[in-house]
């Protein structure tokens, strides 16, 4: 069996800071913490390639010092031998302009589309991608094309995206994606791969089949992000995903896809009226409530009507601070905000 480690959606740097002007307990390190766990089976030796789907930080501007916090582990896979291949995804604005990464010969950035070759064992595997393109629903075929996909002689092909394929679904109600020029249609994946890897959409799903309930020509695997980025994911299992290629006579078959849960924090969201309340009491009630909760949780606090102008000042994050358990995050949506 050829393995290959899919992981996706990183968000390095994800309320990260290096030098913290005040002291509270910041949620970057639960990324980092996850990031690190999603890369143990390659860094010991459990699989054969590892593919990071995009997203791997949270914004493409990044201090020196926080962008070779994320390289150390990613260098030390690539250090043991096995090909690590990344996407630019849509908030690296598809780019990724480090000159360190290219000086490894096992990392290999997907700046423009192109297809790496690699023998793995016995097994010559050809993975093609692109980085994350606006509009890519009407110049899918043509980035795939542009990969030279077809030019590569290989016993297993794969493609690394970072974008919605249609039939992706996400948050609580279970938005699906059909149409949009970002949305590639089903109809548009083609033939000869083994599998889309992709990153992007932050749910971990497994695509077999197009709405009409046809199967696609290849599979699309997202692992989804490693933690939760925002309270429409509180519902979702977070990890990464190992996928098993078959050899021999059966090269270049999906032979199982096994998805890896990762500790993700529990997300809350709690209610407020604030008529209800004289402040002492508000005060009182409101540390009660959040210290029944698990003490990880990240709180978000919905004032119902808005909240006047004497809530606001009194309900401030240094008084969050004050009120909650020290390792829980808490915030508050004024007038219906998110």
């Known amino acids: 069996m050829v393995k290959v480690l899919l992981l996706a959606d990183t968000h390095l740097g994800f309320d990260y800071a290096l030098k913290p002007r005040i002291t509270r307990r910041r949620r970057g390190e639960d990324f980092f913490k996850n990031f690190r766990l999603a890369l143990q089976p390659a860094l010991t030796g459990e699989v054969d390639l590892v593919v990071h789907g995009g997203d791997l930080f949270t914004r493409s501007r990044n201090p020196d010092a926080l962008v070779e916090k994320a390289m150390q582990p990613l260098k030390q896979v690539a250090g043991r031998g096995i090909p690590v291949f990344l996407v630019p995804g849509n908030h690296e604005r598809s780019k990724i302009p480090l000159a360190l990464w290219s000086v490894h010969p096992n990392l290999h950035i997907f700046r423009q589309p192109s297809t790496f070759q690699v023998d793995l064992g016995e097994v010559r595997a050809a993975v093609s991608g692109f980085p994350f393109t606006r509009k890519v629903r009407e110049r899918f075929k043509d980035m795939v094309r542009s990969t030279g996909c077809g030019e590569v002689p290989a016993d297993i092909r794969l493609l690394c995206l970072h974008a919605a394929v249609e039939g992706a679904r996400v948050g609580p109600v279970d938005f699906t994606f059909t149409k949009g020029d970002d949305v590639i249609r089903a109809m548009d994946i083609p033939d000869g791969f083994a599998a889309l890897l992709c990153g992007h959409i932050h749910r971990a799903q497994h695509l077999k089949r197009d709405l009409n309930g046809a199967k696609l020509p290849a599979p699309v695997i997202?692992?989804?992000?490693?933690?939760?980025?925002?309270?429409?994911?509180?519902?979702?299992?977070?990890?990464?995903?190992?996928?098993?290629?078959?050899?021999?006579?059966?090269?270049?078959?999906?032979?199982?896809?096994?998805?890896?849960?990762?500790?993700?924090?529990?997300?809350?969201?709690?209610?407020?009226?604030?008529?209800?309340?004289?402040?002492?009491?508000?005060?009182?009630?409101?540390?009660?409530?959040l210290a029944a909760l698990n003490p990880d949780s990240v709180v978000r606090i919905r004032i119902l009507d808005g909240g006047d102008s004497w809530m606001r000042n009194r309900l401030t994050a240094q008084c969050l601070r004050r009120l909650a358990p020290p390792s829980m995050n808490v915030s508050i949506a004024w007038n219906g905000s998110v």
């Open 222 to 289: 997202y692992p989804g992000s490693v933690e939760r980025t925002a309270f429409a994911e509180r519902y979702e299992e977070k990890g990464y995903v190992i996928l098993e290629f078959g050899t021999g006579s059966r090269c270049g078959s999906l032979e199982s896809v096994k998805f890896v849960k990762l500790p993700a924090r529990p997300m809350v969201e709690m209610q407020l009226i604030p008529e209800r309340f004289e402040v002492k009491l508000m005060e009182r009630q409101l540390e009660e409530r």
